[in-house]
């Protein structure tokens, strides 16, 4: 039996579909890999191996060079923290350090409990709202220390499971066709007729995608 | 204050709350540039690109016109898009990817018809999860409605388009990392020649790379031809662009300004756009390009939004990011947390960059500290030298990729222009700011 679920297996399979070449669906299962155990489990390293047709070895080489791809345990909500130049000049340290007091870890660490993971990030894009954070990447912005305090208590208390979901940049919403370019390969267009919208010829269910491989060798 | 009445061209929908959705979207003119695109050739298409000479908004500043006139011929060609936006401060990207994904999924489909691309691939910040969610249900809708897939819009013209994920790294900015990135492989920056992936790229072959704000342009262009937006801005800055304000401003936010007119001193004080310094504190300076980009002082403030002008006066406009420093803010804490983001984003490749990020990261905290010494201020702009020989604007080069390169703009910056301040923290032992 796989470590990594049926559906995830199915929808890793449908990401491949999308590729020319496999390797490149590999970082994109990670982020589903994740989803399920919130890191990249050894178990889980040696699936996706298999299933874009690479060594272990080259999946753990990959994902050890991303931030966003856990090598190692992580909290149920990772906080990464930007102390980037914009958010500094709005207080980003001085929250920092109330995270850590508050949460009793250092940046870069985890609770005993294992809800909380304190990281200090790099700039995430969202400048007009510093000093900003992300929990398992939704956006919090003008945070005070008390704003904080209430977070991690919404956090604890499951108030924001509908905004913050589970690890996994990929789990909410997924594709639901597959590729439709006949050999991936664009033709001239000759419109022969008023342009009207095509209905689509056949919506798939989630995570049942058409295989349909490409040209390229 | 010259706060031109130019057209919102790329954030005409941002006021709507259902911006990202496929009813507001067609309600407000969506596809029709698509459906006027595949009514011309893809010659035509790219004529009109060019005539527009919209300049590429992702940093470099490169025409997009020209960036797909250089595809090598060959069957198959591909069209990436870079939505990786990490440059610290540049915030752009994150509104249109969130607020307006039919939009870019619209010019991504022309680009494509325009280059005839096999396949076309949007690459979003791993960070920006609704980003990514917003793109993918957007491209869902897109395919049901047939603007994208088999037979777009009725035409004979079929493309495919993919969301990519990305992962957190900032190197997969730059373009060749991006596609290394793309292929499943760590984030290395390729070694140059060849220089452009329009003639090597994605799995060998030739392909365009451009910028999400630079795709987001196409529907209008198209719609309303490349001669009326290029009548907008001044000589090579046509067209509208969005900056990024962030800092010590009171209303740090994106804005769509008409290219060249307005002057930095209007986006930082004008009421409409940053509406002034916090707590009615002094400028001291201000970044106007993202961090890799020299730091301005309060004499250039009158400067123009413009590529050229802002290019000979020493530094760039670069990602569109403006950092508005204030008369309390350290600039040898600035400077060092600049460095700090470029040692940990170094991907490890060159040793220049690598190395000597970490030395001048450890200086100029020390520094900060109170425990640095004077004769290591001449050491910190020894180290950047060896980065980028000279010390000058553009850079020169030592590593692959212009990370490395980019690393002493601030430190030089800091340097050159508070240099006493940087004394005080020496002779002190202390950070003044403190």
Redesign the interface.
């Known amino acids: 039996m796989s470590h990594l679920s049926e559906d995830i297996v199915s929808r890793a399979h449908d990401l491949v579909a ?4 496999p ?6 299962i ?2 589903l890999a994740q989803g399920q155990d919130g890191w990249l489990r050894p178990e889980a390293i040696e699936e996706i191996a298999d299933i ?1 047709g ?1 060594t272990p070895a080259e999946v753990l ?3 050890s ?5 856990h090598t190692e345990p992580v909290g149920k909500y990772v906080i ?1 923290l930007c ?4 958010c ?2 709005s207080g980003a340290y001085e929250l920092l350090e109330h995270g850590e007091k508050t949460l009793n870890i250092r940046a870069g660490s985890t609770t005993p409990d294992g809800m909380f993971t304190l990281e200090e990030a ?7 709202h ?1 000093p900003c954070l ?1 929990v ?4 919090f912005g003008k945070l005070s220390n008390g704003d904080f305090d209430v977070l991690l208590e919404d956090l604890r208390n499951g108030n924001l499971d509908d905004v913050v979901p589970p690890h996994g ?2 789990c ?6 597959g ?4 050999n ?18 056949d ?1 798939l269910a989630p995570g049942q995608t058409q295989r349909r491989r ?1 040209g ?1 060798k | 204050m010259t706060v031109t009445e130019a057209p919102k061209i790329v954030t005409s929908r941002i006021g709507f709350e259902d911006s990202n959705t496929l009813e507001r979207f067609l309600a407000t003119g969506g596809y029709d540039g698509l ?1 006027k695109a ?2 011309m050739t ?1 010659e035509e298409v790219a004529a009109e690109v060019n005539t527009a000479s919209l300049l590429g908004r992702g940093g470099a500043g490169f025409p997009a016109g020209r960036k797909w006139s250089m595809l090598r011929k060959a069957d ?1 060609t591909y069209l990436v898009v870079n939505g990786d ?7 752009k ?2 509104l249109l990817l969130e607020r307006d994904p039919h939009q870019l999924i619209e010019g991504v489909v022309i680009a ?2 325009a280059i ?4 076309a691939f949007i690459f979003i ?6 980003g ?2 917003r793109v ?2 957007a ?2 809708e897109a ?4 603007a ?13 388009v ?9 190197i997969c900015g730059e373009e060749t990392a991006l596609l290394e ?7 290395f920056p390729r070694i140059k020649p060849p220089y452009f992936p329009a003639a090597v790229g994605l ?1 060998g072959e030739p392909t365009v790379v451009n910028n999400v704000e630079t795709m987001s342009n196409l529907p209008w262009i198209i719609k309303n031809g490349g001669a009326a937006f290029a009548a907008l801005g001044v000589g090579s800055s046509t067209g509208t662009r969005l900056f ?5 401003v009171n209303n ?3 804005f769509e300004l008409e290219m060249a007119k307005t002057t930095f001193r209007d986006l930082i004080f004008d009421k409409s756009l940053g509406n002034g310094i916090k707590d009615g504190k002094a400028l001291k300076a201000f ?1 106007p390009g993202g ?1 890799s980009a020299p730091w301005f002082g309060p004499d250039q403030v009158d400067m123009h939004l413009d590529q050229d002008e802002v290019g000979k006066a020493g530094s760039m406009l670069g990602s569109g ?1 403006v ?1 508005v ?1 204030d008369e309390t ?1 350290c600039a040898l ?2 400077a060092w ?2 460095t700090r ?1 470029f040692w ?2 170094s ?1 490890g490749q060159c040793t220049p960059c690598r190395e000597g990020g970490g030395w001048l990261e450890k200086i100029l905290w020390r520094m900060e500290n109170g425990e640095g010494h004077e004769e290591e201020i001449d050491m910190l702009m020894d180290i950047c030298d060896n980065l980028a020989p000279g010390v000058s604007w553009p850079p020169q080069q030592t590593t692959i990729c212009v990370l490395g390169s980019s690393i002493p703009s601030s430190i030089a910056s800091a340097i050159r222009m508070f240099r006493d301040e940087l004394l005080i923290h020496v002779k002190e032992g202390r950070c003044p700011f403190d």
Do not use: W
Request: aromatic content about 8%; glycine content about 8%.
């Open positions: 999308l590729y020319p070449e390797r490149s669906a590999l970082i994109p990670c982020h874009v690479v080489g990959t994902a060079f991303y931030d966003l791809l990464s102390t980037n130049v914009a500094m000049l790099e700039c995430i894009a969202d400048c007009d510093a992300q398992n990447g939704r956006y940049t990929l909410r919403i997924r594709r639901t066709v590729l439709e370019a006949e991936g390969k664009a033709t001239q267009a000759r419109p022969t007729e008023e342009p009207t919208p095509q209905p689509q010829p919506t490409r390229r | 459906r595949l009514s893809p198959t936006e990490s440059e610290p401060a540049t915030f990207d994150h494509a018809y005839q691309a096999a396949q910040r791993g960070e920006m999860a609704l990514i969610e993918t249900q491209l869902n395919y049901e409605y047939g994208v897939g088999h037979n777009i819009l009725g035409s004979s013209f079929s493309v495919d993919v969301v990519h994920p990305g992962a957190g790294a900032y990135s793309l292929e499943g492989k760590r984030g799995y990024a304000l962030s800092g010590r740090p936010a994106v970044i961090v990011s950092v420093l803010t804490r600035t947390r600049i983001f940990r984003e991907c």
